[in-house]
């Protein structure tokens, strides 16, 4: 019967929390409904890398290479097949970051603890110096320059994005990601991943064959990330090595960090607290915002370790 | 692709890839020794290294000495890295190493906007302390750089030989085999942490002085270096400071001869390939026998 009131309380909340979000472009003015929409993008990037930080205890400082490279996907998609197809450039981007993914967890699962991290760090900056000086393809340091496509279910509708449609779409593939991300952790798959956070070895005596789960979870963990770049793309119309640069895999485990691993929705959390804390001093530090943030979130890994919803669910239960 | 490599080029090559390779060990040796004695992967090194560059370039206008600009550089960020050490890192002590990883950067990220706002995004120069050039094949080459190379072998030298003989060097050394006997046996482990970051500190500050004249000083300058240290410890092997040497040496050599081929940017790749072929291959670094 607890349980029972647990998932009913669990599923109200959830229903509340898309509610609001579902409503926010309708009622905010043009920066916030904006603002709101990039903190879908940047949440999804941040819940990707929870599934290896916090359910795998894998922390990844090579996220943006996905990120970048489901953007670039999605550009090249764009800009080389006329007329442009939101579907098709989903598809691109997401097998761009999938063959990726592929490459790096084959390699990087090899590893552990910081050699984990640094290498997937290095894979990143392997890609940013790729993009960076492939300039016939990529652009270089200008990027690639796009036309937003039109929305287009076969059948069903047909039309250009709206601002307000935007969001509604992206929060549609941010939802039903949230979902399968969701399902996948209390998985079977799942389980055995946090085995493996809790105590490898033992979870290896067990029988399981923690290299290909590690294998899976890069491989998966990289399609949403890559999933997140074709939504900026598509946002931004355009694509640009600075957010394939180690600089922004930095940031989104400080979303992580600052909202609590291990929790899927604290990481959107961290990354909504993270823009509002620029938003909010780059009103007296300008472009200086990050000397405060990094104050805040080196402060946040001393003393809130568990992020700000793990420190909200301690307080509630206490 | 033809083979003929002229053999000039070739040496003027390898000089270079010392010369660089010995900045990068006297960043790489204080990042290991970091990482040997209490497991923090300092992420902050590089900004250590570039705020140790401005402090010098500011004493040089300021006294016109480039010496004591160094020694003065020095020991303001050995005093600054005591101060993060013991404010940051000591209450992270015995949490998951990763911690320390996201400490460090958050540092990072402060320094570095903190060095872009007070010295501004336009790059500056440091004046070597000499002029003169040799003639070596059709270049003229500076001595400067020589004497770079010679000084960072002479505080790593000088490192060492403290390591091994000076009374702190053997805590340092007792506090990296085992800190629990080592605390039993009187030494003041949480000090030797705070004096080891300071070290560290002190070297990347040193070799940021020492590479000011050759390169522009500018707040991102730290972050194309601690890259590149990362990469080296590691294929030095984490808390080998011999290792750490080479592994300096090794890449930097590479660097040099692909530039002759492809844009120094794109140099940069080679480096990141021995990463990798290191760590599928060699785990504990290519320097030290692999563990059975």
């Not at chain 1, 997937?120 to 940013?128: E, G, N, P, W």
């Amino acid at each position: 019967m607890a349980i029972r009131s647990h998932t009913v309380g669990y599923w109200l909340g959830f229903g509340v929390v898309l509610g609001l979000f579902a409503v926010a472009p309708l009622v905010l003015p043009e920066f916030w409904r904006r603002f709101v929409t990039e903190i879908l993008i940047w949440g999804l990037l941040a819940m990707s890398l929870d599934l290896l930080i916090g359910y795998t205890g894998m922390v990844s400082f090579g996220h943006s290479a996905f990120f970048g490279l489901g953007m670039y996907g999605a550009a090249v998609a764009l800009l080389t097949v006329r007329p442009p197809n939101l579907w098709l450039a989903l598809l691109a981007g997401l097998v761009g970051a999938g063959i990726l993914a592929v490459f790096v967890a084959y390699f990087a699962t090899r590893l552990r603890d910081i050699y984990f991290s640094i290498t997937t760090l290095v894979f990143s900056q392997i890609f940013y110096v790729i993009i960076f000086t492939w300039t016939e393809v990529t652009g270089g340091e200008n990027g690639l320059n796009f036309r937003q496509p039109p929305f287009s279910i076969p059948g069903i509708v047909s039309g250009t994005f709206t601002p307000t449609t935007l969001h509604w779409f992206v929060l549609g593939v941010v939802t039903l990601s949230y979902l399968i991300l969701r399902r996948i952790t209390q998985s079977p798959f799942g389980k055995v991943l946090q085995a493996i956070r809790e105590n490898e070895p033992r979870t290896r005596a067990m029988g399981y064959h923690i290299e290909r789960y590690k294998i899976v979870a890069v491989m998966l963990s990289g399609l949403f990330a890559g999933l997140a770049g074709v939504l900026y793309a598509i946002q931004n119309k355009f694509a640009a090595p600075d957010f394939v640069f180690f600089l922004i895999s930095g940031e989104v485990v400080i979303f992580n960090v600052m909202g609590g691993v291990g929790t899927l929705v604290g990481p959107v959390a961290g990354a909504a607290f993270f823009f509002l804390l620029r938003e909010g001093f780059s009103r007296f530090f300008t472009e200086y915002y990050l000397i405060p943030v990094g104050v805040i979130f080196t402060l946040m890994v001393i003393f809130v370790p568990q992020g700000l919803l793990g420190f909200l669910k301690h307080r509630l239960n206490s | 692709m033809s083979v003929d490599i002229p053999f000039d080029l070739l040496l003027i090559q390898v000089v270079n890839g010392i010369v660089s390779g010995m900045i990068l060990a006297l960043v790489a040796s204080g990042l290991t020794l970091i990482f040997g004695i209490m497991e923090v992967v300092n992420f902050a090194h590089g900004e250590l290294f570039m705020l140790g560059a401005y402090v010098g370039t500011t004493m040089m206008v300021a006294t016109g000495n480039f010496w004591l600009a160094l020694v003065v550089a020095s020991v303001t960020i050995a005093l600054l890295g005591a101060v993060l050490q013991v404010t940051t890192l000591r209450p992270l002590l015995g949490r998951d190493p990763l911690t320390t990883i996201l400490a460090t950067f958050g540092i990072s990220l402060v320094l570095q906007n903190w060095a872009l706002y007070q010295f501004g995004p336009v790059a500056r120069k440091i004046q070597e302390p000499f002029t003169g050039h040799f003639t070596l094949f059709y270049l003229e080459y500076p001595w400067y750089r020589i004497v770079i190379a010679l000084l960072a072998a002479a505080i790593i030298g000088a490192l060492w030989l403290f390591m091994k003989y000076g009374k702190y060097g053997i805590w340092i050394r007792a506090t990296t085999q085992d800190h629990l006997m080592a605390q039993a046996m009187g030494i003041p482990v949480p000090l030797v942490h705070t004096m080891v970051f300071a070290i560290g500190a002190a070297m990347a500050a040193a070799s940021g002085v020492l590479f000011g004249p050759l390169v522009g000083i500018n707040h991102a300058m730290g972050l194309d270096l601690i890259l590149k240290a990362f990469i080296v410890v590691v294929v030095g092997g984490m808390g080998n400071l011999g290792g750490s040497i080479l592994a300096s040496i090794f890449i930097s050599l590479l660097e040099a001869f692909a530039s002759i081929w492809v844009s120094p940017a794109q140099a940069v790749i080679v480096s990141f390939v021995v990463l990798i072929l290191t760590l599928l291959f060699r785990p504990t670094g290519l320097f030290v026998p692999t563990p059975k």
